[in-house]
């Protein structure tokens, strides 16, 4: 089955950028997206197919894709962005979803 | 609006059996997939599973498969997740999430309903 790694966690200053990773067997081959979980809540998307921003979401967000590893990239991160990310993907061989294990990124 | 409103929480027994549900609202309910999510305590997310209303097309992960019912009313615009014999590792967070394609994002995800199975 298709195995999507995360690091279990990544720190940033306030004002640095963080970049969170998801790495998988030529994940670049396939559609990654991303999501954000804050304490209490439901997910919320925040990259569709590997570099697309949905509507709402800040510009300080992005992705890219290739090889074997997906990045989450928040530029400026302010003490909002701390939460757990998740990546995702639908793995064609097995014809199911898959979750990465997520990452908690923390603001310093 | 589009929305996704789940059932309320829900405590049992060990080998009792259980039905939460899913209703959506504000768009096309057969034309979109509805997913479901797991999330353990403390833990990430897990892909259950997904169904298109449309049709009854149902895709399972394997860990989940044989473990749940993933089905849906249309007529109601209700999804459901159920269990025919609960055990305590199914205590969890169970979101249901909606995607237009198996390989789309979920684009709107219901409140979660949090299961609790005891003795």
């Known amino acids: 089955s298709y195995v999507l790694t995360q690091p279990p966690s990544v720190s940033v200053a306030p004002g640095k950028t963080a970049r969170i990773t998801c790495g998988g067997n030529?994940?670049?081959?396939?559609?990654v997206h991303w999501y954000q979980q804050k304490p209490g809540q439901a997910p919320v998307r925040v990259i569709n197919y590997d570099n697309d921003r949905p509507s709402g979401i800040p510009e300080r967000f992005s992705g890219s894709n290739s090889g074997n590893t997906a990045t989450l990239t928040i530029s400026r991160v302010e003490a909002g962005d701390e939460a757990d990310y998740y990546c995702q993907v639908w793995d064609t061989s097995s014809d199911r979803g898959v979750f990465g294990g997520g990452t908690k990124l923390t603001v310093l | 609006e589009v929305q996704l409103v789940q059932s309320g929480a829900e405590v049992k027994k060990p080998g009792e059996s259980l039905k939460i549900s899913c209703q959506g609202s504000?768009?096309?309910?057969?034309?979109?997939?509805i997913g479901w999510v797991r999330q353990m305590p403390g833990k990430g997310l897990e892909w259950m599973g997904i169904?298109?209303?449309?049709?009854?097309?149902?895709r399972y992960s394997p860990s989940f498969q044989g473990q749940v019912t993933i089905s849906a009313d249309k007529s109601i615009s209700t999804a459901y997740l159920q269990w025919a014999s609960l055990k305590a590792s199914d205590t969890a967070m169970y979101y249901c999430?909606?995607?237009?394609?198996?390989?789309?994002?979920?684009?709107?995800w219901g409140q979660g309903t949090l299961v609790t199975v005891s003795s």
């Open positions: 504000g768009y096309s309910f057969t034309s979109y997939w």
């Open positions: 030529n994940i670049g081959s396939k559609s």
């Open positions: 999430a909606r995607a237009t394609q198996l390989y789309s994002p979920f684009d709107c």
């Open positions: 169904i298109y209303p449309g049709d009854s097309d149902t």
